[in-house]
């Protein structure tokens, strides 16, 4: 099981009518496979992007901030592969002790978020090409 290294040390910010945290402490995960993770401080994150009308089953600050957090950094500043991403957030949720139902719905909600965004693009993309 991966493990955390320190407590997740966290200020509210609110900018531009968006709610962000910064990191005040560098914050790492240790994968399964030995890889280590280090947002840095100033990092900042929105968290667990849920929406609202699921807050009172998936709460949006909950055991997973921690994996959610280092999935934001990943995506953000190493600009790794989203697949790779996921499954290192579905492992950090498990590692923070989120029940396997969350974990499930929030892994596959996140999947189809990106998977979305990608056809999103596509068809954009299409519809630029051929009807502009």
């Not at 030995?34 to 089953?57: E, H, K, N, R």
């Not at 709460?59 to 959610?68: E, S, T």
């Not at 790779?84 to 499930?104: D, H, P, R, T």
Request: with cysteine; charged share 20%; glycine share 6%.
């Amino acid at each position: 099981m991966g493990m955390y290294s320190e407590n997740l040390d966290l200020r509210y910010k609110f900018e531009n009518h968006q709610t962000k945290w910064v990191l005040l402490a560098p914050f790492s995960y240790q994968t399964d496979g030995g890889i280590t993770y280090t947002a840095p401080v100033g990092f900042q994150t929105d968290l667990a992007s849920i929406p609202q009308a699921f807050w009172s089953f998936l709460p949006p600050f909950w055991k997973y901030a921690k994996a959610a957090v280092i999935h934001d950094y990943l995506l953000a500043e190493l600009h790794l592969d989203t697949k790779l991403v996921n499954s290192i957030f579905k492992e950090g949720m498990i590692s923070s002790g989120v029940n396997k139902n969350q974990v499930f719905i929030i892994y596959y909600g996140v999947c189809f978020h990106f998977w979305y965004k990608k056809q999103k693009k596509s068809l954009y993309d299409f519809f630029k090409k051929y009807f502009n």
